[in-house]
Every structure is written in C-alpha cells, then in structure tokens.
C-alpha cells in the first residue's frame, strides 16, 4: 500500500471529523485514521497550531474534535493544492 | 548606432512599462498563493511564494532606477550617475540572487537543511550584491547567478523525470532565467545593447512570468 503524505494525512484526519457530523472523540478519531498514537498526537498539535481543528467540551467535560472554518476550506482546496504542489514540484 | 539608452524616452518607456508588468506579475503569483499557504503552511508553497516576492523587489529596483535616469528628461533635474549607477544594481542583484536561491529551495527543502541553507542564501547574495555595488561586475553577477541557475535547472530536470511524465515546468524554469541572465546584462553601466534584441528579451522574460502566473491562476482560480 502506498504511503499517504503529510498533507494527505492532514486531510484523511479531516474528513473524518467532517463525516462524523464535525463533533469526535479522540478515540474514534486514532482508530479510523490509521496512525500510531505518537504520529497521532504530532499531527493534532499541527492542526491545532494552523487552526484546522479544535477541541471543544460538552457538558460532561468530554473532549471533542471539530473542524474550524479553515479545516473545512482545507478540504474544499485539497485537490486543488495537491495538484498545485505536484505542477510545480514543489 | 546605438544611442545612449537613458536619452531614448520610447527605450526607457519599454523598460519602465515592462519592469511594471513583471512586478504586477509577481506579486499577482505571491498573494494568489497566500491562502493555499496560509492553510498548509507547506515549506515549498512558502519558498515559490517568496521566489515571486523577491523577483517582484528585484524589479521594483530596476524600475526605480530606470525612473531616476528619466528624471532629468522630464522635472529637469538629475539624480546624481554615481547614486543612481550601482544602488539599485545593489538591491537588484540581491533580491534577484535571493529569488533564484529560494526557487532552487522550493525544490530541495526535503533533502537539506533549510536553515543552514537559508543563512547560505542570504550570505551569497549580500556577497554578489556588494560586489555588484563595489566593481560594478555584471558579467560576475550573470556567471555567479548562473551557476544557481544550472544547478537549479538540473535539479528540476531529475525531479521532473521521476514525476509521471516530463515536466513542462523545467522547461518554463528554463526560458525564465534566460531571460533574467539578459536582463541582468541590460542593467549593467555601459551597456550596448540593440533595442531589437532588448524587446525580445523583455517579451521572453514577460512572456514567461505571465505563463507562471497563468498556471497559478489555473490552480487558485
């Protein structure tokens, strides 16, 4: 199987979090993105830190993780960034 | 016989209405791809991004100075030749080292150092630069700029025949340093050259920055 890139990971991650009616638990969130704990963790800090996601608290102090205006414009773009990046070999 | 460029208004209007396009080009190409960067905070966007940026400084220069040599054409006052001869040569050699350094970066910041890289760059530039400004040595200029540039081309050339078919981008990276290795010529103090031959490479160089824009466009649009 093919190794994902970065910015293919970053929007695997994303789209999870969209298809879950943009509200999950970290948990579900590790499983079906297919990464060790460790990439797991480096990866959330980088979203966080380029405001894609964010975490939120329900009532009960439960953490989720949900997608920012920007984390839905990085879905939106990701064809056409990947392509760009590709074009330009960059 | 060739006449003095700088007395030759529809020369200086070519130079001044082409200096303007490149700059409007250039910075067309850097705030285009600000949003794609601003979302990715990808280390290659970021690089092609300030390849643009800084061809677009390198320009400003030229521009201004093509402008200080009209003044005297048109307020009837002269900036001094020896401020308006090798300042902007300065500042045109280092943005211009600076861009062609940060695209040959925009394709290598996987396999180096960027950092250490980054400090190099901007070492050789200030040294180009200052030799510029000192000895007034375009041809040293061209032949410095021009070793970036080959190692810059090869590099685009193997990438590119990794990549699924070839790229048409080492071909565009190509023609746009011939031209600039042409205009570099075209700033140096006494230069000679043909106005024929200085259109065509304005048209090339133009012609090439306006291809680069339209590719990015294509993608940002």
């Known amino acids: ?90 | 016989m060739i006449r003095c460029p700088h007395c030759n208004p529809l020369w200086m209007g070519v130079e001044l209405a082409f200096s303007a396009l490149v700059i409007i080009l250039c910075l067309m190409i850097f705030f285009r791809t600000k949003e794609m960067y601003k979302l990715t905070k990808h280390k290659g966007i970021s690089y092609f991004r300030y390849t643009f940026l800084f061809f677009a400084l390198a320009f400003l220069f030229r521009f201004a100075f093509h402008l200080f040599s009209i003044s005297g054409m048109v307020f009837d006052f002269m900036f001094p030749r020896p401020i308006i001869g090798p300042l902007p040569l300065l500042f045109t050699s280092y943005f211009s080292t600076v861009a062609i350094l940060y695209l040959l970066m925009s394709l290598l910041w996987k396999s180096v150092n960027t950092e250490h890289f980054l400090a190099v760059t901007h070492v050789v530039a200030l040294s180009v630069a200052v030799l510029a400004f000192l000895f007034r040595l375009a041809p040293v200029i061209c032949l410095i700029q021009l070793l970036i540039i080959v190692a810059t081309l090869v590099l685009a050339y193997v990438k590119s025949r990794h990549s699924k078919g070839f790229s048409r981008l080492f071909i565009i990276y190509a023609l746009l340093f011939v031209g600039w290795v042409a205009n570099v010529f075209v700033m140096s103090p006494g230069w000679r050259i043909p106005f024929g031959v200085n259109v065509v490479s304005y048209a090339v160089s133009a012609a090439v920055f306006g291809l680069i824009f339209y590719k990015v466009y294509r993608w940002t649009k």
């Open chain 1, 1 to 90: 199987m093919k190794k994902r890139d970065r910015l293919e990971v970053i929007h695997d991650i994303l789209k999870i979090v969209r298809d879950n009616h943009n509200s999950i638990r970290p948990t579900p969130l590790l499983r079906y993105s297919n990464l060790s704990s460790q990439s797991f963790t480096d990866y959330m800090n980088e979203l966080m830190e380029k405001g894609l996601v964010k975490e939120i608290k329900d009532r009960k102090g439960k953490r989720f993780i949900t997608l920012t205006d920007n984390g839905f414009k990085y879905i939106d773009q990701y064809r056409m960034i990947k392509g760009f990046i590709h074009d330009f070999n960059l």
